[in-house]
């Protein structure tokens, strides 16, 4: 029998696309211009922070966060804490802007870092925790926060498949120094491609708007700063002063007329995911597969499916069902498993460095997701658990 579950469907909707067609016939500015600057302030004002930058993709929200964050420690190198289960431009931008990466071990409840292995992994080379909240699951604690706190260790937001997640009622992207968001197809908010940065920090804001675009100078909003740039470069046209050798990462107005139109239906979008997941997990084999997550606050991207004992066999047979029945999934779950395996960071970890982290371990060879969306019918996730709870 063939289900004909992908792992997103009708992101954009008609609606959408009917937004699009309106704007484009008042005959606009198409690159980023107003409709930016109202989506960057709808989108703070929903997350509630002070600033956001709408940028071309969550990867690039990743990489101005590590070039901000060098810029403000004025200095090359440091260290940065980092998940083993992300995806795989967390760790590039972390690499690219000279940290070195400190991986930790995943909690098997939530599939975020494991609190307890980042601790003691601070030290004075310590410059950032860089949290990926995996497949919309909350890895935030009081403990977490209270010891960053303590030790004046930024807290960075991977958020890109969390929208609307929650900690203690407070969504998260609201926590951390920065945060970083995508609103690629398969995500909670799409504008087909983009993202956001986001932050409560004026001085990271402007310097964010600048690394957004080559470096400009004419990009920040604080006149004072304009004003220290054109004073200490007087031969320089003000139009043209670049401070950092930065990126073109632009959005343009078609994507954010998209974004603005989904905003509005986020929160019950995210309700829906919710309360697929919570069918899916209630008909789902407890013995086959793990059921006891910790889903407080979280807002669910996918079905995440791992197989409580370690079986390749089983596992062999598990895919080969759902390819037969047209069931699109990602093994190795976010970002294809434990990153630590990946050949980018070869001569960066030691050998067999993987070894060190026996639970993503597991979700690299027995996890994967499959796809949940807000129109997904109940027959569907039915005739899903029923395939998944047969195979033997």
């Known amino acids: 029998m063939q289900i004909n579950l992908p792992l ?29 600057r109202e989506f960057e302030q709808k989108w703070s004002e929903w997350l509630g922070v002070k600033y956001s930058i709408y940028l071309n993709s969550g990867s690039s929200a990743n990489q101005i966060t590590m070039l901000a964050l060098k810029i403000l420690a004025g200095e090359d190198g440091g260290e940065v804490i980092v998940p083993t289960l992300t995806w795989v431009s967390d760790i590039a931008a972390v690499l690219q802007n ?29 410059r950032a ?10 890895g935030l604690s009081d403990k977490l926060l209270q010891e960053l706190e303590a030790k004046n260790i930024p807290l960075i937001e991977d958020v890109c498949e969390a929208h609307g997640s929650t900690f203690k009622g407070k969504l998260l992207g609201s926590y951390g120094f920065i945060s970083n968001f995508s609103f690629y197809y398969a995500h909670h908010l799409s504008t087909i491609e983009g ?29 004072a700063i304009k004003e220290d740039y054109k004073n200490k470069y007087p031969e320089l046209n003000p139009d043209f002063i670049f401070a950092h050798p930065a990126y073109n990462m632009r959005n343009n107005e078609i994507g954010a007329v998209i974004g603005l139109n989904q905003l509005p239906r986020l929160d019950e979008n995210n ?41 390749y066999a089983f596992a062999e047979r598990l895919m080969s069902k759902l390819r037969e029945a047209k069931v699109e999934f990602r093994r190795g779950s976010a970002g294809g498993g434990n990153q630590v395996r990946q050949p980018y960071l070869e001569g960066v970890v030691p050998e067999n460095h993987h070894e060190k982290f026996p639970n993503v371990e597991h979700v690299h060879f027995y996890g994967m997701y499959i796809g949940n969306f807000p129109d997904l019918q109940r027959d569907k996730i039915d005739a899903l658990c029923n395939l998944l709870n047969l195979v033997e």
């Open 129 to 138: 925790v860089f949290m990926t909240y995996v497949q919309g699951f909350n």
């Open 271 to 311: 309700r829906k995911r919710n309360e697929n997941y919570k069918y899916f997990l209630e008909r789902l084999d407890a013995k086959k597969y793990k059921t006891d997550f910790d889903t407080e606050g979280m807002s669910n991207y996918a079905f995440n499916l791992i197989v409580k004992e370690p079986d």
């Open 98 to 126: 000279g940290f070195k990466p400190v991986f930790v071990d995943i909690n098997s409840d939530n599939l975020c870092m494991a609190e307890d292995q980042v601790l003691a992994n601070i030290t004075d080379k310590t």
């Open 195 to 223: 993202g956001m940065v986001c932050t409560n920090d004026e001085k990271v804001y402007q310097i964010m708007r600048m690394l957004r675009s080559h470096g400009m100078v004419r990009e920040v909003t604080d006149n």
């Open 8 to 36: 997103m469907d009708n992101n954009i909707t008609k609606d959408d696309l009917e937004k699009v067609i309106d704007f484009l016939k008042t005959e606009p500015i198409l690159t980023q211009s107003s409709k930016v």
